[in-house]
């Protein structure tokens, strides 16, 4: 498919399940390529003369298609201006190819060991390793790259580092910080750097989290019920089944049809945090928010955002609509109009979870196996059906415990 590239068609670019490129009409090679996250990346595509077999006529064919990133839309890339400077790269480094030269050497000498390769190497060479290399690569995406992406990695300093974090919320600051000194010491590792400039930076401010989860009393609880049943589909029912089982965010928004088995949510490896299948059984009320929710195809999400084109995984609706409608049903609740609802993440479901089955006598195995956590001792021998009649029992105790609460 093809079209005219310009800043409102590409500002209007809207994601689908699967990634998918659209060319530019304007410029035969230029194309973009719309992730189902929503990020758009601007490419543009050759064959290098002469860098392929040899044709029947003795000479060098073409060598196979190439691809540069040109830079992605809505970061560096924002102007009409930008789509003209595009069209106008695009066509010089087809005129190399052309000529037989591949444009991608100066780039390639240029970026030697810049902050961006040395990103990319560590992810292939130790993102493997970790529970969740796409959070890895996601972060470094959004609030590293954009910045530090072109400088040399030996040149980046403790400045440009605070200059980074400060930009950025004490959550988010302290997650990059994490991975920063992580990179820097495999780079030290690997000979490229010789010392960690991200160490000990904003140290005082990015204290280690000690509200690690917060359990929501009775009378929150009821309040933010009530503004999930306002709230209605797609977040009000998402926040519903958090609560009620205790899973993370990821594996409810993310959720497929294909997912929904006999009355359970299967979450496949890839899926989930700790790459091993998880099954979570849906007691009766939970089986009931599911039933009603609209179904598309197998294949769909069970939660779409509005354009029906992506699911419902704005982590920010708890501050902009839950939060406030609780506050407004706790304060009717207690009757007393200056009460304020406690802070809360919508993590905190899933400790709440824990602690109130703690407190119902649900054994720490039990719980581990229903919170999905993993134990050394017991990551080897887990099965998806590990614990299954006693997950369901403790599951279903719970939820008769919260609608007892909300009831």
Known sequence: MKKRFDKKYLDGLKPKKGRYEVGDTGCNGLIVRVQPTGSKSLYVIFKIR?????????????????????????????????????????????????????PREPERRSKANTVESVVRAYIADHGPSLARPKELERRMEMHVLPTLGPLHIAKVDKEHIKTLLSSQTVGTAREVRKHLVALYNWAIDGGLVTHNPAKGVQKDRLVANTNAGYTLKEEELRAAWAAMLEMGYPYGDMYRLLLLTGQRWSEWCEASWSEIGNGEL?????????RVEHATPLAPACKDIVDALPFRDRDSWLFFNKTMEAPANNRNMNRKRLSPLAQKYLRKQLKKPEAKLHHFRIHDFRHTCETRMTKLGVITEVRDAVLGHAKQGMTKQYNTYEYWKEKTEALELYEQHILGIVS
């Open 50 to 102: 002469g860098a392929g077999a040899i044709g029947v006529n003795g000479q060098r064919l073409a060598g196979p298609q190439q691809r540069i990133l040109l830079g992605r839309w809505g970061i560096e890339l924002h102007t009409g201006e930008h789509v003209k400077e595009l069209r106008k790269r695009a066509n010089d480094i087809m005129d190399l190819a052309h000529a037989g030269t591949d």
């Open 266 to 274: 299967i979450v496949p490896a890839a899926r989930y945090k700790t």
